[in-house]
């Protein structure tokens, strides 16, 4: 398609190519035939059998006038004859038709003529006019049977040749213009695709034709303002981050201050009240210094500034090792752990560092729900694509809100277990775990809170 045409000028230049097309091989074809009957020419009986069967029958006429000689030679029993003296038949060949001729119709006539493939002549002779000759023979032969076969057939080509060329050339040229959108279909798919992971500084490539330029208009232009609306996103996050941690700093600075002199009035006074206050205090303060190292984490996550270290991991052995930090809290409340992993498990490559903490934050949720004497199951099974953990306890369930919204950090009371939990642990395992590509799903089964992780082995 050249510059500035549109799809519909495509489609009328298409049409105009298979007319053109069909109408050019059709001449070629015509031509063709006209050269090979030049060749072969189709006039044997009219012009050359018939000429010499003629001029042995004039050679005869004197004997057949006087009844003498009846035999008339003839090589070819394709061509019949019938020799009528003074208006009755006398001599015929052996096939000859019976059928019944109207002898003074065909010698009236002034032409021969064709009847069902069959040419009809009749011969006066100038000298000999009480003789007369009609002669039947094949209609447009070449003498030649395989020839005559072929004619055939190449005349039922001819008939058909327009609408099978037309039919070909359309499949030909549709197929064409169909394989040039397609193409332009793909580079647009290609583009999409890259846009959607983020590749936003390489521009779809422009089309001449209308329809394609427009949409590749449309497309570098959302583009451009998605990629200024990304900047502008990292450029906010960069400053929230920036402010957060100032913030954080400044908040931690006072607090530092706040625990100090909370513990030194605790360790100087003598009133025990006093001393509980002060114990309070220093508890709370621990409590705010932890949440705003949550909130750090969770804004290094939003930004993007973290990055994953790949490496092969044996999932087994983290699962085991993780569990064994929380051995001393489970026997505490008298909490059975079984681990549950099935044989031939090959390794992942993940962080091992997040991959812990994510681990970490779902054991140290259902410890504290499991209810004491309650159990915990461990398990991991794989398949070629994907390794699954499972992580379930007895105790309380989650409410069918919190199932509904999932991970939602800060979450009200009307959102959460049935014993307080799940704050930013869980959403901050989700943020991890969607960095690697894998996923976390939260149900209740078999009167278990359930916690599956999903990792891709690769």
Known sequence: MKNNYSLK????LLVIKVVVSTAASFVIILIFWLIWISVFPRDYYEKVYS???????????????????????????????????????????DDFPTDVIDLDEISNGPHPFVKNNKMYSFKVFNYYPTVKILMVYPAFSTGNQTVDYIN????????????????????????????????????????????????????LPHFYDREFGELSRQVNKMRIELKDLLDESQK?????????????????????????????????????????????????????????????????????????KYEE????????????????LCKMKEIEIRENYKNNLVAIYGDQLMIT???????????EHVNIGGEMECSVIQNSLETVISINNTGSLFSAEYLEG?????????????????GLGLYMSDLMIKKMNGSITIKNENQRATVVITLKNN
């Open 236 to 308: 906010k996050s960069i400053v929230q981050k920036q402010l957060f941690s100032s913030i954080a700093h400044d908040v931690r600075a006072p607090l530092t201050i706040i625990n100090a002199e909370a513990e030194l009035l605790g360790i100087l006074s003598k009133d025990i009240t006093v001393q509980e206050r002060c114990s309070v205090i220093t508890s709370e303060v621990s409590r705010i210094d932890q949440l705003l190292t949550e909130l750090l984490k969770i804004t290094r996550l939003n930004t993007d500034s973290y990055t994953l």
């Open 51 to 93: 000429e010499s069967f003629l001029n042995s029958v004039e050679k005869e006429i004197p004997n057949l006038l006087l009844g003498k000689n009846k035999n008339i030679p003839n090589k070819d029993s394709k061509f019949q004859y019938l020799i009528i003296i003074d208006g009755e038949k006398q001599i015929k060949s």
């Open 313 to 328: 991991l044996n999932i087994r052995d983290i699962l085991h090792c993780t569990i064994l930090e929380f051995s001393s």
């Open 406 to 422: 999932e991970f939602i950090p800060f979450y009200s009371n009307k959102l959460q277990r049935e014993k307080e939990h799940f």
């Open 152 to 203: 055939v057939v190449l005349q039922y080509f001819i008939v058909a040749s327009p609408f099978v060329l037309f039919v070909i050339f359309l499949s030909i040229f549709t197929t064409k213009l169909y394989r040039a959108i397609r193409s332009k279909f793909k580079i647009v798919e290609t583009h999409l695709k890259e846009i959607e992971e983020g590749n936003l500084s390489t521009p």
């Open 9 to 12: 000028h495509s489609f009328h």
């Open 357 to 367: 903490r994510i681990i970490q934050n779902v054991l140290s949720n259902a410890v």
